[in-house]
């Protein structure tokens, strides 16, 4: 018989269903999905260090604490030649990491747990920022849920941009950003 987790969120039913931790509205942790690995690989260091800080930069003046930016999916050339990059931008930790598969960053996170297995500490081992995801950007227009968030999107907000890798800027982040402000959660509840 499997283990099965069920994702929990506090929630406080008198302010209409928002999280009773804060503002709601405003997005602390996001992710990026962006990309190919192979457009990763095509990318010099230069111009991953120009794309790290400018959408560093547009998270932390919205106030990200954490964004993360993954491809879309894996490709057979740039899978090997494609590492971890990490930096922060004026308190926004920005990290781009290469593994497309979700369901193995999962299990590799619960296969090296030294701790009990909880909610908690799987958030820890495969988020790494703090909490749960407030925002997913999809570069591409196209609806389709990436396979590297598998445990993210359980109260994430969904926002599709028409743009592609080459074309990202702060600019996307910012409206992206603008739309989830306006947006009424609701992790799962209904308002009447």
Same mark, same amino acid.
Request: aromatic fraction near 6%; hydrophobic fraction near 40%; proline fraction near 3%.
């Given at each position: 018989?499997? &283990?099965?987790?069920?994702?929990?969120?506090?929630?406080?039913?008198?302010?209409?269903?928002?999280?009773?931790?804060?503002?709601?509205?405003?997005?602390?942790? #996001?992710?990026?999905?962006?990309?190919? #690995?192979?457009?990763?690989?095509?990318?010099?260091?230069?111009?991953?260090?120009?794309?790290?800080?400018?959408?560093?930069?547009?998270?932390?003046? $919205?106030?990200?604490?954490?964004?993360?930016?993954?491809?879309? $999916?894996?490709?057979?050339?740039?899978?090997?030649?494609?590492?971890?990059?990490?930096?922060?931008?004026?308190?926004?930790?920005? &990290?781009?990491?290469?593994?497309?598969?979700?369901? $193995?960053?999962?299990?590799? $996170?619960?296969?090296?747990?030294?701790?009990?297995?909880?909610?908690?500490?799987?958030?820890?081992?495969?988020?790494?920022?703090?909490?749960?995801?407030?925002?997913?950007?999809? #570069?591409?227009?196209?609806?389709?849920?990436?396979?590297? #968030?598998?445990?993210?999107?359980? @109260?994430?907000?969904?926002? @599709?941009?028409?743009?592609?890798?080459?074309?990202?800027?702060?600019?996307? &982040?910012?409206?992206?950003?603008?739309?989830?402000?306006?947006?009424?959660?609701?992790?799962?509840?209904?308002?009447?």
């Amino acid at each position: 018989m499997g &283990v099965v987790f069920r994702r929990r969120r506090s929630i406080d039913i008198a302010t209409g269903g928002r999280e009773n931790t804060g503002d709601s509205s405003r997005a602390r942790r #996001l992710i990026l999905v962006a990309g190919s #690995l192979d457009e990763w690989a095509d990318f010099s260091e230069a111009e991953w260090s120009s794309r790290l800080e400018t959408v560093g930069a547009a998270g932390a003046a $919205a106030g990200i604490e954490s964004l993360r930016i993954v491809p879309v $999916a894996g490709d057979r050339r740039g899978s090997s030649s494609v590492v971890r990059r990490e930096v922060r931008v004026d308190g926004c930790r920005v &990290v781009a990491d290469p593994r497309p598969d979700g369901r $193995a960053n999962l299990v590799d $996170a619960i296969n090296e747990m030294s701790e009990p297995i909880s909610e908690e500490s799987i958030q820890k081992m495969v988020g790494a920022s703090g909490g749960d995801v407030d925002l997913v950007i999809v #570069l591409g227009g196209s609806p389709v849920l990436p396979k590297a #968030l598998v445990w993210e999107l359980a @109260y994430a907000e969904l926002v @599709y941009v028409d743009a592609n890798w080459t074309t990202l800027s702060g600019e996307h &982040v910012r409206r992206s950003l603008d739309e989830f402000a306006v947006r009424q959660r609701r992790f799962g509840g209904v308002t009447e």
